[in-house]
């Protein structure tokens, strides 16, 4: 009696911190903030939601303060910088913001479902994971909006690096994740990577530092508004990233 | 040990035992008879590692599984989203 009885009231202190950075998201920010509330408060969990705006020059901070207004300063905390300085950096500067003891880190575009927190929340509770990650290739889980060139590209990607990396999680490349705050921190600080590989970086440095990870399959509709982005300077960047790890770690 | 190193030393390994084979340091009948096969089996084990690789990938690629479904869902949900906000006297 008395062990369950601290134990809900460790998952009572919980607190989860989401961390937004937006560029230019002023169609979907009060979309993504709308949906978040809609499937959070339907739960228990305590959270907040930091939206991290780099000087977008479409206003995207004049929305997010008529969303702060609506919805509360508690639940939307604003940590705008001054210029675009890469993702990385919007994650570290959030977190020092936080107040939560876990983060969750996803895109603002509406690719990334809030609806999936939640489960993100149990499976982390249920096997005191250190990391859990969405994955768009395992049971379940898809895309939306990708034709075949793309869908080759991402699968070939996935299993050259699957092949030479042996990551022990089957998306490396998404950023729908939820993190404890602690071992968030001791990633950022051992990647060196910048841009998107960055993603992947972290999931080879949390195999390398022997961090748990779960997954949760979860659909990935690609971008509703504005366009996607996957050219040949992506790929080169993939490659040398991919490289880089295989020779280091 | 880098996943590098993990690559080179297997890959050693299995050439050695190839090498020993092939230059004529292990001596049976049965090497002997199947000295062909021997010679050519690392590049026949790329080809059919190629094969395997190329047919896994495109059948994740035609299998891929294509959410229209969770499309559809999310569309319904954004118009809802709008229409409340607008309600809620937030404009943008």
């Given at each position: ?5 601290s134990y809900s009231e460790?998952t ?13 998201e002023?169609?979907?920010?009060p ?6 509330i ?14 991290i705006?780099?000087?977008?020059p479409d ?9 702060q207004?609506?919805?509360?300063s ?5 940590r ?6 890469g993702?990385?950096t ?21 690719s ?14 249920k ?7 969405g994955?768009?290739?395992k ?9 075949f060139?793309r869908?080759?590209?991402?699968r ?7 092949l030479?990396l042996?990551?022990?999680?089957s998306?490396?490349t998404?950023?729908f994740?939820?993190y ?22 972290m ?5 390398q ?14 971008r509703?508004?504005?366009e996607s ?16 790890l295989?020779?280091?770690? | 040990?880098t ?12 050439l050695a ?8 340091y ?35 690629t035609?299998?891929?599984n ?6 559809e ?9 709008k229409k409340?906000?607008q ?6």
């Open positions: 009696m008395a062990l369950s009885g460790i009572k202190s919980d607190k989860y911190s989401i961390l937004l950075p937006t560029y230019n002023r169609e979907n920010l979309i993504i903030i709308w949906l978040i809609k499937y959070l408060d339907n739960s228990d969990f305590d959270y907040e939601v930091i939206i705006d780099d000087g977008s206003g995207t901070l004049e929305v997010a303060k008529q969303l207004k609506l919805y509360g508690n639940k939307i905390v604003l705008p910088r001054e210029k675009k300085l993702l990385g919007a994650y570290i500067h959030g977190m020092q913001h936080a107040t939560g003891n876990f983060i969750i880190i996803m895109d603002s575009d509406l990334h479902h809030p609806k999936y927190i939640p489960k993100f929340i149990e499976l982390q509770k096997h005191d994971y250190d990391l859990v990650s994955t768009r290739y049971d379940g889980g898809g895309v939306y909006g990708w034709d060139k869908k080759l590209i991402s070939g990607a996935n299993f050259i690096t699957q030479l042996r990551p022990r999680a998306d490396l998404g950023s994740r939820l404890k705050k602690d071992i968030l921190q001791k990633l950022i600080d051992s990647c060196v990577s910048k841009g998107y590989v960055f993603q992947m970086e999931i080879i440095r949390a195999r530092l022997d961090y748990t990870i779960g997954e949760v399959p979860i659909s990935f509709v690609d509703v508004y504005g982005k996957l050219g040949g300077s992506e790929i080169v960047q993939f490659a040398k990233a991919l490289l880089y295989f020779a280091t770690t | 040990m996943k590098l190193l993990e690559w080179i030393s297997v890959t050693s390994a299995v035992v190839w090498y020993s084979l092939v230059g004529g292990v001596k049976h009948k049965f090497i002997e008879d199947n000295m062909n096969l021997i010679l050519f089996s690392p590049i026949i084990f790329v080809v059919l590692f190629g094969l395997y690789a190329v047919t896994v990938v495109l059948y994740r035609f299998t891929f294509d959410c229209k479904d969770e499309a869902k999310l569309m319904a949900e954004i118009e809802e989203a409340d906000l309600d809620k006297g937030l404009r943008w």
